[in-house]
């Protein structure tokens, strides 16, 4: 009796290791996902362009609901307002699904959602104590500040091609 309970206990915790099913989350390893080391979260192969003036920034989104709702939205241009010298924020024609956390440090390039239909695309870090849903992340962000200038602008998101 005690061999097969070990055996059985051995068994789900092979499964459970090599599944995350067994861990209740909502990040789904595909065999198109990979890893983002810079973040710890699972990305999807799809990438997104973001298109400010004359400038495209590649991002890639993160491997959950919310960023495959927001990529079907795409193509989309969002007004977005300036806020506080280091983000971009927007409001979404709909509400996407949430999975907020507090995410301590903000990395510039990373694109959140704030609540259920706020749009948020940094180009600056810093710490916060604010909650979000991880989107993605600009794949690389340098000039991303410079590009997106320091009052509200216009931004086209679109599927990368």
Not at 27 to 50: A, L, Y
Not at 53 to 59: E, L, Q, R, T, Y
Not at 125 to 151: M, P
Request: glycine share 8%; hydrophobic share 35%; charged share 15%.
């Amino acid at each position: 009796m005690e061999k097969s309970l070990l055996a059985t206990l051995l068994m789900f915790s092979f499964l459970c290791s090599n599944d995350t099913s067994c861990h209740g989350s909502d990040r789904n390893i595909q065999p198109t996902s990979i890893e983002n080391h810079h973040t710890g979260q699972n990305m999807t192969s799809d990438n997104i362009n973001i298109k400010v003036g004359s400038k495209v920034f590649a991002a890639t989104l993160f491997d959950n609901s919310s960023a495959k709702a927001f990529k079907e939205m795409l193509p989309l241009t969002i007004n977005m307002t300036e806020l506080n010298g280091n983000e971009k924020y927007g409001d979404l024609s709909k509400s996407l699904p949430i999975n907020s956390v507090n995410p301590g440090t903000i990395k510039n390039g990373d694109l959140m959602l704030y609540g259920s239909n706020t749009l948020v695309l940094f180009y600056k870090s810093f710490f916060t104590s604010y909650r979000y849903t991880k989107l993605g992340t600009v794949d690389d962000a340098t000039g991303l500040a410079l590009a997106l200038g320091s009052g509200n602008i216009s931004l086209l998101f679109e599927g990368h091609k």
